[in-house]
């Protein structure tokens, strides 16, 4: 069964910590995404990754930063978390095909207190 | 720069009823594709349709069904006698086609869906 997998479903953490938000794919995806999910906003595109070390500003990368080492592995990283970044954070990949289905993860909850 | 409209925020309807949501988009590419996705309580969204801007033909999967019209920018997607487990939240999507990195996809903002018994 193939799988997206981040670390936690549930996150508090105080203004001003650094943040990590790790996902991991069993699938050998290329590509990996980054969204931020609020209600009526829908999904917004932080970063994507088509490749080990590349990565690509999504719609609303501010505040946000990630890191790719592993073709496996794509962190993202809040610096200094915010208040405003309370929201849902959803992973994502896709194979290098075009326009082919994206594999989510089951998402983390990050509250920013 | 590409768009998508959901314009129903939230639909209560009772078990068994059929309910359609909407999607519209917006986008200059005459090359795109199209999703539907299902995001249940447990938080993962989950795949239903694609479609490509060049196939109008309207799919049937089981009690799904989705309508696609081009001169109205429509991407609707019917679910027929609903069920208690249909209650989630429905996103539309829009990729462009494009080489190379890519597979981006612009989201509506959802509908939630509430079936009751």
């Known amino acids: 069964d193939v799988k997206v997998t981040q670390s936690s479903r549930y996150l508090v953490k105080r203004t001003g910590e650094k943040v990590f938000l790790e996902c991991v794919q069993d699938?050998?995806?290329?590509?990996m995404f980054w969204y931020r999910q609020d209600p009526g906003l829908g999904l917004r595109l932080i970063y994507f990754?088509?490749?080990?070390?590349?990565?690509e500003k999504g719609d609303i990368p501010e505040g946000y930063s990630v890191s790719r080492e592993k073709k496996e592995r794509f962190s993202l990283i809040l610096e200094s978390a915010s208040t405003n970044q309370t929201s849902m954070y959803l992973c994502?990949?896709?194979?290098?095909?075009?326009?082919?289905?994206?594999?989510f993860g089951q998402g983390t909850r990050l509250t920013v207190v | 720069a590409q768009k998508v409209t959901q314009a129903q925020t939230e639909i209560s309807v009772v078990e068994k009823e059929d309910v359609t949501l909407d999607c519209v988009y917006e986008t200059r590419d005459t090359t795109y594709y199209l999703f539907w996705y299902k995001q249940p309580p447990s938080g993962e969204l989950v795949f239903l349709i694609r479609?490509?801007?060049?196939?109008?033909q309207n799919e049937i999967s089981g009690r799904y069904s989705w309508n696609f019209q081009k001169s109205t920018s429509s991407f609707n997607f019917t679910i027929t006698a609903s069920q208690v487990v249909d209650s989630a939240v429905y996103f539309c999507?829009?990729?462009?086609?494009?080489?190379?990195?890519?597979?981006?996809?612009?989201f509506g903002g959802g509908t939630r869906l509430m079936v009751k018994p």
């Open positions: 699938m050998d995806h290329e590509n």
């Open positions: 999507a829009l990729s462009e086609a494009q080489v190379g990195a890519g597979n981006m996809l612009t």
């Open positions: 994502a990949s896709t194979p290098r095909v075009m326009n082919t289905e994206a594999f």
């Open positions: 990754s088509y490749d080990v070390k590349m990565k």
């Open positions: 479609r490509n801007s060049f196939d109008e």
